[in-house]
């Protein structure tokens, strides 16, 4: 399993968690992963501890789930993530758009 | 030969009914049944015909042979022991003949004997029945084989519809492969003073690498990564080339560049889909780098005087395609840099390429580079070596762009565009501007009046030149005239970088004046004769003295003012030095630059 999902009891918090590499081939299970219970979750939280590496599509696919979750107004958290991971997320400005921890 | 009773029971001929799976194809599977003894042909052929299959009976191995070519039989029931050539012999001869399509031989044998039995296997046939046969067991074989026939049938012809989806894919994939070139084609890339590396496959990587020259000189780069592999990754480039050179050689800045991009990337990609990048603008006559980075690994500068990392540019930006334009900032940083130095760009895939143990190359290791003192001239070779030896076997480095450009201010455009219309028959014409302070600080209108220059009169032969007039007037009439800049600032050491942040002050602050500029056009025999006028509200200069200093040659600055002079017939100041008029003449045929 490339990702694991948990949802807080209240449901209002979706913590996703990606292991390996973080790619274009984890797509569809991303995708079904926030889509899942969606209405209710106010807060994401992307867990890369487990995550080695991130590519540019993966990036991408960060940008569609934030317009997914609101735009602008959806709350998204990356926990963490390893150094690298950081650094491209950074030198992308991502952390102007997700709350990098 | 020396068959026991051909068929256990001859009333069991009767219950053998045609099945639903042998009779459900559109035509009955067709058996070439070979047999020396008549009597036990006759036999097989009728159980077979009751079964509801049609049946080719012959009497000889070289029968088989012949009948299975004219006959193209889906099944054949093979006697082993024949005069002549054998079972065995007939069936390598069939196997030949059926090359890559599935044809079932089954041996027909009175022998016994284990080891004989596992030898018609041995010999190229699927199967064995021993005689006497029994009508079930061989109906019950021949379903088999129709079903493992057909099952072969269909992977054989996914496989060949694949291959040929392959095919053309990869045809298709050649032919945008073609496309792409052609449009990512930039003169710009040959310049002497560039050295790069890109993969054969970069297009379909998303990598995309530019370089142009704006028609003042100033050379521009462009450094691109899209996400993601394939067409898709590709697909953006064309627009994206098309932008960068267009509005380069029309002279626009970069940050309109950018800015242009970006609005064009923003309504033509999907979300998720962006371009991250670098564009770079060096004007090595002046010793300035300016460059926007949004996405893309830092451009490091290793100074040729001290050989070491002399600057860097970090990405601030996002990337191009995924902001409105509006909240895009697409100002440049500018540093300046001296002849000799060199610029590095280069993709992630520098400092994320791995060896074998998975460990990164590292944004550290290739800096380590640039901090050993190697000559400026072999670094970019020293890179690309670390990086083998650091790989080792582990991968090929075909997902690496490397770009190296030296400040050579000797450098220039090495194609002219050779598509060049001829310019238009002259005629008589007039425009005039007139700018603000106000318009002057957000704006530059060069590449505006170049563009109704070039398209009025069509003088794209002479764009090199008309641009370097146009350009040095309305500069002096910014930067002295309206900004009262002092050249002598630029002959300090870092006096360049000092004088670009002043005027980039002072032009920010910029509270009255106006810049006029005129621009008419007359026949002139055969050609025309364009004169520029441009004339500021500033206090003017002392141009008599500067002309005789000139004349002279003992002017530190001016230099604009012999470059004007060597393209033009005349160049006059008047009033109190701040209206300049300079007249360029041109002819058919002349001015192919």
């Not at chain 2, 009914?17 to 042998?22: K, N, V």
């Amino acid at each position: 399993m490339a990702l694991t999902r948990n949802v807080s009891a209240d449901g209002k918090v979706v913590t996703i968690k990606i292991n390996g590499r973080f790619d274009f081939s984890v797509h569809q299970e991303f995708r079904e992963a926030y889509d899942l219970g969606r209405g209710k979750a106010s807060d994401f939280v992307l867990d890369f501890a487990n995550t080695e590496y991130i590519d540019s599509a993966a990036c991408g696919m960060l940008l569609v789930f934030r317009d997914a979750v609101g735009g602008n107004s959806a709350n998204i958290g990356i926990v963490n993530a390893n150094h690298e991971i950081v650094k491209t997320l950074t030198m992308l400005q991502f952390h102007k758009m997700f709350k990098i921890a | 030969m020396n068959a026991p009773p051909a068929i256990k029971a001859a009333t069991r001929l009767a219950d053998v009914a045609p099945t639903e799976m042998l009779m459900a194809q559109s035509q009955p599977l067709k058996i070439l049944v070979v047999d020396d003894e008549a009597v036990f042909r006759t036999l097989l052929q009728n159980l077979l015909e009751k079964m509801g299959l049609q049946v080719v009976a012959v009497g000889s191995g070289a029968e088989a042979v012949a009948s299975f070519m004219h006959e193209q039989p889906d099944m054949v029931l093979m006697d082993v022991m024949m005069p002549g050539v054998d079972g065995y012999q007939a069936t390598e001869y069939i196997r030949d003949l059926s090359g890559d399509s599935f044809i079932p031989i089954i041996f027909i044998t009175a022998m016994s004997d284990e080891n004989e039995l596992a030898q018609c296997v041995m010999r190229g046939g699927n199967d064995f029945l021993t005689k006497p046969i029994n009508p079930a067991v061989l109906q019950a074989k021949i379903e088999a084989f129709s079903q493992l026939r057909r099952l072969y049938k269909a992977v054989k012809s996914q496989r060949d519809e694949l291959a040929q989806h392959n095919h053309w894919l990869k045809r298709e994939y050649e032919i945008a492969e073609g496309v792409f070139a052609k449009v990512m084609h930039s003169s710009g890339l040959n310049s002497p003073n560039i050295k790069y590396m890109l993969s054969p496959q970069a297009i379909f990587n998303g990598d995309l690498l530019l370089a142009a020259y704006r028609p003042s000189g100033e050379l521009h780069l462009m450094l691109g990564d899209f996400t993601g592999h394939g067409l898709s990754a590709a697909i953006g480039t064309i627009p994206v080339a098309d932008i960068f050179n267009g509005m380069t050689a029309k002279g626009f800045p970069i940050p309109e560049i950018v800015a242009e991009i970006n609005q064009k990337l923003q309504r033509i990609l999907p979300r998720g889909l962006f371009l991250a990048a670098a564009l770079m603008e060096l004007d090595a006559k002046n010793h300035k780098l300016s460059a926007w980075v949004g996405g893309v690994p830092d451009i490091l500068i290793y100074g040729a005087e001290h050989k070491a990392l002399a600057g860097r540019f970090t990405s601030t930006n996002f990337p191009l395609g995924i902001m409105e334009t509006d909240q895009l900032d697409c100002h440049v940083e500018s540093m300046e840099v001296r002849p000799g130095d060199r610029i590095f760009l280069y993709t992630d895939g520098v400092p994320e390429a791995r060896n074998s143990d998975h460990a990164l190359f590292s944004q550290a290791r290739l800096e380590q580079c640039f901090n050993d003192g190697y000559e400026p001239s072999v670094l970019y070779e020293r890179i690309l070596w670390e990086l083998d030896q650091f790989r080792g076997t582990h991968e090929q480095s075909d997902d690496v762009t490397l770009i190296e450009v030296t400040v050579d201010p000797s450098a220039n455009n090495p194609q002219a565009p050779s598509n060049a219309l001829a310019p238009r028959p002259p005629s008589e014409w007039s425009a005039s501007f007139e700018f603000s302070a106000e318009s002057l600080r957000g704006y530059d209108p060069l590449p505006m009046m170049m563009q109704v220059l070039l398209e009025t009169q069509r003088l794209h032969q002479h764009k090199q030149r008309i641009y370097m007039v146009l350009a040095e007037l309305f500069l002096n009439a910014l930067e002295h005239g309206l900004l009262k800049l002092d050249s002598s600032l630029k002959e300090r050491t870092g006096g360049f970088g000092e004088y670009y942040q002043e005027k980039e002050r002072r032009l920010a602050q910029l509270g009255v004046g106006r810049i006029k500029v005129r621009l008419r056009h007359a026949v002139n025999g055969s050609g025309g004769r364009l004169t520029i006028r441009v004339e500021d509200t500033g206090p003017g200069f002392d141009f008599q003295q500067r002309l005789e200093q000139l004349e002279k040659n003992q002017a530190l600055h001016g230099r604009g003012i012999t470059m004007i002079r060597s393209v033009c017939e005349s160049l006059d100041y008047s009033g109190a030095g701040n209206a300049a008029e300079a007249v360029y003449p041109w002819r058919f045929g002349d001015g192919s630059e």
